[in-house]
């Protein structure tokens, strides 16, 4: 199986912050990497696939970059509504087993 | 719009069953894989369970294999999850997913998702 780490697990931080979040695999993915924000008491949302394709409707404050094993999520300017908790997920293997991150929280400083 | 509406969860004893339904609407249910992704109180995303476009194909996490069941009807839009044996482990938010293409096969992704359907395994 493919294992995915995301660093740091949490992380505080002040509105207009530029913040990253690392995701690293244990293998090569290609560029077959996606991250999803999730806000509390609501479901993931996809904001970037391919490893830096912004889904339509995402702030274009939001990036993704990488490939092979190493991935970021970058937050240009960090806004209100951006407080949630961030998963990359690899889509390189056909079988979704522990397919995603264990998650980095993005806590208001 | 494209939605889904899980429903079905409850509060269940340890070693009953549950049966959840997620309802698609505003797309071609038909044409999709669909997959079910829980997360545990306070824990992260876990994927569960995925079905082909026709139900042909199915795979399950090595934490339910033997006791969940995936299953859709393609003639209700629906999708269905079937939780036998169930374990306190079993306990958090189920979500459905709809992939990206008819079959499940490297670089897909899980959207959108729906608003998920709690479950609770307690005596």
């Known amino acids: 199986d493919i294992q995915m780490t995301q660093s740091p697990s949490s992380l505080s931080a002040s509105v207009g912050d530029r913040v990253t979040i690392t995701c690293r695999a244990s293998?090569?993915?290609?560029?077959?990497l996606n991250w999803y924000q999730q806000k509390p008491g609501t479901a993931p949302k996809l904001l970037i696939y391919?490893?830096?394709i912004l889904q339509t409707g995402v702030p274009s404050r939001f990036s993704g970059s990488g490939s092979g094993t190493d991935f970021t999520l970058t937050i240009t300017s960090l806004q209100p509504e951006d407080f949630a908790t961030y998963y990359c997920q690899q889509s390189y293997s056909d079988l979704p087993e522990r397919t995603f991150g264990q998650g980095t929280k993005v806590e208001i400083k | 719009q494209v939605q889904l509406v899980e429903s079905g969860g409850g509060v269940v004893q340890p070693g009953k069953s549950l049966r959840l339904s997620c309802a698609a609407s505003g797309f071609s249910f038909d044409t999709y894989a669909m997959h079910w992704v829980r997360q545990a109180p306070g824990k992260g995303l876990e994927w569960v369970a995925l079905?082909?476009?026709?139900?042909?194909?199915?795979k399950f996490a090595d934490s339910v294999k033997g006791r969940f069941t995936i299953s859709r009807d393609n003639s209700k839009n629906t999708l269905f999850l079937q939780l036998n044996s169930l374990t306190r482990d079993d306990t958090g938010i189920y979500y459905c997913?709809?992939?990206?293409?008819?079959?499940?096969?490297?670089?897909?992704?899980?959207?959108?998702w729906g608003q998920g359907t709690l479950v609770t395994v307690s005596s």
């Open positions: 391919d490893a830096s």
């Open positions: 079905i082909s476009f026709d139900g042909g194909y199915k």
């Open positions: 293998q090569s993915v290609s560029t077959y």
């Open positions: 997913a709809r992939d990206r293409r008819a079959i499940t096969v490297a670089n897909y992704w899980f959207d959108p």
